[in-house]
C-alpha cells in the first residue's frame, strides 16, 4: 500500500491530481492506501472510499515543515509547491524561499531520513518550459541549453540540478517533469503574460469577451490540465531503471499558433465564441512572449510513455468535459 | 582607481592572478590601485610598489564574511574560493556549503548593497567543465545541455544560474567562465582522477617517474594556469554590453590526446623524459574518464576575445617558464 504526499495540493494541478490518484486508486500496480495533502492553505479532501487522506497546512519554506512532513516515510511524493513566475519576479526573496529553499529543505530532509534509515522515496517535482531561455530554435531538443530569463525559471532550473544530484547519490529517487503551459486553465482569468493562451478560449466558451494581445501567428507549447495531471501519475510510476542518465525532461505538448487555438475554439463553439475574442495588440506582452519556446523534441519523454494530448482541439474537449460544467454550475 | 577582490587568493590560480594584476597593473585600462586578498588560509602578497595589497582570512561559506568583505565596495570580484571535485563528492554538506552557500552568501550580500547605495560590481566565477556530464558529443557546443554528474559540478552550475539571474536583475555584473582542466598543474602530485593529465609531464620534467593510468588515445580539454589566470584578467575587462545574453560561458582550450600531451614532452625534454613514464591502466580512472568532455566549440568566448593557448607544446613551454625554475628551486 503506497503513501503518497502532494506538496501544493490545494493548487489547480494538485487539487487535479489528488483527485485522479483516488480514481485510478494504484501508481505502477501499486495501490494507493494513504494520502497526505499539504498546502498553505487548506486542500479539498477528495471523496475516497477506500484511501486513507490527509489534510495539513504549513510553509514549506521553513526547514522543519519538511522534516515533520517525511516523518511517516510517504512512498511518493509530488512537489508542486511554488509561487509563479510574475510573483516570484515581483518578489526577489520570496521566490527564492519558497521555489528554492523550500525545494531544497525538502530534498535536505528526505537525505537526512536516507542517512538514518534508508529511506529513498520517489520524488516528482513540476518543472516549467521557463527554464529555458532565448536565443531558442524553432524545435527545442533534450540537449538543448538551460538558461532561465525569469528568477521563476532559474529556482525551476536549480530544483532540477538538485534533484539530479540527490538522486545520483541514492538519497532520493527523483524525476523532473518540465509540464508545458497549461491550456486552458479553469477559473478567472489572471495577470500572467500568459493568460491570454487559456483566456481566448475560456471566456468565449463562457459566452465572455476576451482580449488577444499578439498576432495569431504565435506559436507555443499546449498540455490541457488532465494532459499533466497524467504525467504526474505517470512519473510516479516509471521506472528507476529507466531513470540513470537524466531526471529531469520536458513533457510532450501540443505546438499550436493562436491561429490554431482559434479553430478549434471555432469547431467547438462556433463563430459566435470566436467573434468574442478581439484584437488589440500588447507591445510589453508581444516582447515577452516572442522569447518563448514554440516547440520542442520531446524523445526522452515519450520514450519514457509519456502522452500528450492527440491535438489543440482534443485539448478544447478535454476542458469542457473536466471543467466547463462546473464553471457552469459556479456562473 | 580600481579596488579589487580575490576570494580564494591563496590557491594556485589565485596567487597566479594576484601576481598578474600587479604585473598588468590595470584591468580594461583603469589603472589598479588596491588589492584585497581573502582566503581561509593567508594568501601570499605579491611584491607590488604601486598598489595597497590587504591579506585578509575567513570562511566564505559564513553569511556575515561577505557582507565584510564587500563592506569597502571593491569594483571587482574575482570568486574562486571553493573545494575541489573530490572533497565536494566525499563530503557532501562541505561541498555544498563552500561551494554552493558561500557562493550565494557572497551575492546576496552584493544584492542587498546594490539596494542600499545602488552598488554594482563586475563579478568573475570560475566555473568548470564538471557542470558537463556524458552523454556527450564530441564537439561540445554553446548551447549544450548542462547536466552534472558531480555534486561539484552541480554546485558550479548552480553557481551559474545565480550569477546568470542576479546579472539580469542588474544587482551585479557578473560572467561565468568554465575553465578548461589546467595543465600542467604546479607542485606535487594529488589524487584527483584527472591528476594523470598533469603528472605525466610535470614528474618527467622534474626527472621523476610517472603512471599513466588510460590509453593514449583519450582526448580531453586544457589550459595552461597561464592561459587560465589570462582568463580571469580578460573577464574582468569584457564591457558589459556585450554580455546581455548569456554571462556562463566556456573558455577556449586546446582539445589534445594523451598521444600528443607525450609528443609535446618529447619535443620539449627527449626521449629519456617520455621514458619516465610508465603504462599501467586503471580501470576505476579509466572509467571516470570516459564520460569526460573531448572537445568544445567555444564560439562565444573567443568572439569575446578570450584567448587559449597555440599547442600543446606551448602548454609545456609556458609551464617551463613560470613554474619549472621555482619547482627545481624547492627540490
Ligand atoms: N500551470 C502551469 O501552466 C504550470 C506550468 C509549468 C509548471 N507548473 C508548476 O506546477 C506546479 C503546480 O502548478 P499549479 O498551476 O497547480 O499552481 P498553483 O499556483 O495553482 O498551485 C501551487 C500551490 O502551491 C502552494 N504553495 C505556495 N507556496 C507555498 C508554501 N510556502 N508552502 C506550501 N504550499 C505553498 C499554493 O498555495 C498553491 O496551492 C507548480 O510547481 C508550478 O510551478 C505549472
Ligand atoms: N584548477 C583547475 O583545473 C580548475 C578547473 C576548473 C575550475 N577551477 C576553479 O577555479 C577556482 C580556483 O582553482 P584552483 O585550482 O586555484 O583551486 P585551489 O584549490 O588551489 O584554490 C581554491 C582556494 O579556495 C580556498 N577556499 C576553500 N574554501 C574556502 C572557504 N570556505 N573560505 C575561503 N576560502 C576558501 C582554498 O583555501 C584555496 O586557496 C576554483 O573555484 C576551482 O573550482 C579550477
Excluded at 499558433?257 to 471555432?266: C, K
Aim: proline share 5%; net charge negative.
Amino acid at each position: 500500500m503506497l503513501h503518497c504526499l502532494i506538496i501544493g495540493a490545494a493548487g489547480m494541478l494538485g487539487d487535479g491530481l489528488a483527485k485522479r490518484l483516488v480514481k485510478d486508486g494504484q501508481i505502477g500496480g501499486r495501490k494507493v492506501g494513504r494520502m497526505t495533502l499539504f498546502d498553505i492553505v487548506a486542500a479539498n479532501t477528495p471523496s475516497a472510499e477506500e484511501i486513507g487522506v490527509t489534510v495539513e497546512t504549513g510553509d514549506i519554506s521553513l526547514p522543519e515543515t519538511a522534516t515533520d512532513l517525511i516523518a511517516s516515510r510517504p512512498d511518493v511524493i509530488f512537489h508542486l509547491a511554488a509561487i509563479v513566475s510574475g510573483e516570484a519576479e515581483r518578489d526577489f526573496e520570496k521566490g527564492y524561499r519558497i521555489n528554492l529553499d523550500g525545494t531544497r529543505h525538502l530534498f535536505e530532509a528526505i537525505r537526512k531520513a536516507h542517512e538514518a534509515d534508508g529511506y529513498c522515496p520517489r520524488v516528482v517535482f513540476t518543472s516549467s518550459l521557463a527554464v529555458f531561455g532565448s536565443p531558442l530554435p524553432d524545435v527545442i531538443g533534450d540537449d538543448y541549453i538551460i538558461t532561465p530569463r525569469s528568477s521563476y525559471g532559474t529556482q525551476k532550473a536549480i530544483g532540477e540540478l538538485l534533484l539530479a544530484d540527490y538522486s545520483r547519490r541514492g538519497f532520493l529517487d527523483g524525476i523532473g517533469i518540465r509540464l508545458p503551459t497549461i491550456c486552458i486553465r479553469p477559473g478567472k482569468p489572471n495577470a500572467a503574460a500568459s493568460g491570454f493562451f487559456s483566456g481566448i478560449l475560456r471566456e468565449p466558451l463562457a459566452g465572455l469577451p476576451a482580449t488577444l494581445p499578439v498576432d495569431t501567428s504565435v506559436r507555443h507549447w499546449f498540455a490541457s490540465p488532465r494532459a499533466a495531471i497524467g504525467f504526474m501519475a505517470h512519473a510516479a510510476a516509471v521506472s528507476s531503471e529507466l531513470l540513470t542518465e537524466r531526471r529531469n525532461m520536458t513533457m510532450p505538448g501540443v505546438s499550436a499558433t493562436v491561429a490554431d487555438e482559434i479553430e478549434a475554439l471555432r469547431t467547438t463553439a462556433g463563430e459566435a465564441a470566436v467573434a468574442l475574442i478581439r484584437h488589440e495588440k500588447d507591445p510589453a506582452i508581444e516582447a515577452i512572449i516572442s522569447t518563448w519556446p514554440q516547440a520542442f523534441d520531446a524523445g526522452q519523454a515519450l520514450s519514457l510513455g509519456f502522452e500528450a494530448d492527440e491535438s489543440f482541439e482534443a485539448i478544447v474537449r478535454a476542458y469542457l468535459e473536466d471543467y466547463a460544467p462546473a464553471v457552469e454550475r459556479a456562473s
